[in-house]
Structures are given as C-alpha cells and as structure tokens.
C-alpha cells in the first residue's frame, strides 16, 4: 500500500438525529473518516446502517428536514461544509463536490433530453452559454464512453439501458471536474457484468480527474475492486476501519466477518448462518451485542473506535478484539475451496 494521501476530505464527529415523542434518535453517531486527493473510501454496511444518511449530510441535502438535527464537520479542503447558508452550499454540491445514486431513472428527468440535463450543471456552475454548454455535454458523454455522444446527447433517458444511464448521472457529476464524488450504491441495480464496467469507469475517471471518491454500498467484494481504505457502519456506527486488504485479510469485527459471510458465494458453506436469530439492537454498550456469538458482559459497557492491537491503521469497535479469533476474508475463502474441492472428490468417486 502506499502512503495514505493528505486528507482533501474530513468527516469528523458527525451525528443525525432525528426527534421522535421519546426524545432525539442517533441515525449516524459521531462518524468520523478522511479521504485523500485520488483515494477512494468505501463505506459498507447493511441498509439502514446510516450509509447513505452519512452522505446526504456531506452534501447539505437534510438542511430542510426540520425533524432531523446534523452536527460535527464535513470539511472540504479545509472548508466547513456544515458552517455554509443553504446558498454557499448550493455553489458547492456540484461543482465541487457531486453526488451518483442508486437509481438513474429516477434521478433523471424524463422531460429533459440528457444533453440539456448536462448543460444545466454546466451553466449553474461555469457560466456557460447554451451553446458552450452543449459542447461541453457531448464531452463529457465521451468522457463516460457513451458511443456516438453527438448524436445521443439529444436523446431522452428513457432511450438509454441501465448501464448507459448510470453513465450519464456519472458525466452530469463529473462535468465540472469536481475534487470528491460519492457514489452512493451506483452499481446495486445493475447486472454483474454491467457493474463491472461501471466500476473500470469509475476507477479511469478518479485516476483522469484525481478525484476522492466515497463508495457506498452493502457489499464487501464490490469495495476489493474499488476501494483503497474501508469503513464497516453498523447502526449508524463506524465498527471497524481499515485498509481494504487488512478488512478481508485481518478482520476485527465480527460484524464484518458476518457481513463478509452474507457473500453469495459464501452460502453453500456448511454451518454459513449469518447470524443469531436475534434482530435487536442495543441502546448502550455495543450495539451489535445481541447478535455476536463472541458478546460477553464486557460488551455491555461503552465501546470506542480503537486501534486494533499492533495495527495502528487498523481499528475497531470490538471490546474483545484482542482475545477472539475472528473469521476472516481469507479463512471463508479456504473453507469455499475446501468445499469445492471435497465436491469434486465426491463427484470423482461417484463417477
């Protein structure tokens, strides 16, 4: 690995809540991360574990929910997002930093050609003309690798595939070159073919661009392809992060490691339930107690993110972490070809 880079972006201690009759509810609880010039982060947990929450605060997209209460720092080269007017915010969100979601129909505006769609980003930001801007639009058509971008630029997103829509979200957010685009589970409602391409493009454009790029998504292997470091959320918590290699290869988590064995290609294992039957949540100590098989009274007490013994880069949310053996990436993945191969032993002497 090389050195981690300067930090262009910095989370620090970010809390939503939200007011309910009971009082005010945690839906991200003093999460804090950083992202280099050219680093791609990813950020990975199941739904509701307050992935995509943590981004629309980034963006400044839950200053109208009067319900909702965001504190902390998102800072941007030094700059405090939070500290901006909702006018300040608005000459950022797009220009220097931009947002992909999940679902490109639904982003997109079937009224509009995508062409006109591309422009208006350019003309918000740049200044451009409407002839400037369309120029600029077929560019960054090209620069997705959407095939005959003169002629397609005047098409509407019903004309285009999944695939080809993802990719004009990604040349609306990438048109005015902004330093950190997050893509908020970009490749989920694509095929796996389809999400790999996706995925190279992502990769060219950060390297083309020197983006950071925060990746969010529910699924550990799409992030060994993208990510350089990864944050594990669980129930609005950061419970682990690490480099992508030491969280597959030196997992410290046992939410991880349950979240690594909810792999397709890990349920065949024999014994491979995710986890306890239990679906709670606990309101003090660690709040994946009530499902870890590794919980003791310990875990009841209060757990703070720390650096893993040894591992300075690495750390977790675990009050146990130095006494357990958590399954890994690399012990699933034995025990997969294990697997594969006492099958191909039995088919042998079947044969």
């Known amino acids: 690995m090389t050195d981690t880079p300067a930090p262009l972006v910095e989370?620090?201690?970010l809390v939503v809540s939200v007011r309910r009759a009971g009082g005010a509810v945690r839906l991200v609880?003093?999460?804090?991360f950083s992202i280099g010039r050219g680093e791609s982060y990813g950020l990975v947990g199941q739904s509701g574990s307050g992935k995509s929450m943590t981004a629309m605060a980034m963006m400044g997209l839950l200053r109208r929910a009067r319900e909702m209460r965001v504190t902390g720092a998102?800072?941007?080269a030094g700059r405090d997002l939070l500290g901006l007017t909702s006018r300040e915010m608005s000459d950022v969100r797009g220009a220097e930093i931009s947002m992909v979601f999940q679902d490109p129909m639904s982003s997109l505006n079937p009224a509009y050609t995508v062409g006109e769609q591309i422009a208006e980003t350019l003309r918000r930001h740049r200044g451009m003309s409407r002839r400037e801007a369309r120029r600029e639009a077929v560019e960054a058509l090209k620069l997705v690798e959407i095939p005959g971008a003169e002629r397609r630029v005047?098409?509407?997103p019903h004309e285009f595939s999944g695939g080809m829509r993802q990719r004009v979200m990604l040349a609306i957010a990438v048109a005015c070159r902004p330093k950190v685009l997050i893509a908020d589970e970009a490749t989920t409602a694509l095929d796996v073919t389809v999400q790999a391409q996706v995925l190279g493009l992502?990769?060219?454009?950060q390297e083309d661009?020197?983006?950071a790029v925060l990746f969010i998504t529910h699924d550990?292997?799409?992030l060994a392809?993208?990510?350089?470091r990864v944050g594990v959320m669980y129930a609005g918590q950061l419970v682990e992060e690490a480099s992508v290699f030491d969280v597959f290869e030196r997992t410290s988590h046992p939410y991880s490691s349950a979240l690594l064995r909810s792999s397709p290609e890990y349920r065949g294992l024999a014994g491979a339930s995710l986890l306890p039957t239990s679906h709670q949540i606990a309101d003090t100590g660690c709040r994946f107690r009530p499902r870890c098989g590794f919980a003791t009274g310990r875990c009841e007490q209060d757990v703070v993110l720390a650096a893993v013994p040894g591992e300075s880069a690495h750390t977790s949310r675990c009050a146990r972490v130095s006494e357990i053996r958590i399954p890994t990436g690399m012990d699933l993945w034995d025990e997969l070809e294990k697997g594969t191969d006492d099958k191909r032993s039995a088919a042998g002497s079947n044969a």
């Open 11 to 13: 989370v620090d201690g």
């Open 29 to 32: 609880d003093e999460v804090s």
């Open 74 to 76: 998102v800072r941007l």
């Open 154 to 156: 005047s098409a509407y």
């Open 202 to 205: 992502l990769r060219r454009l």
């Open 209 to 211: 661009l020197g983006m």
């Open 220 to 222: 550990l292997s799409v």
């Open 225 to 228: 392809d993208i990510a350089d």
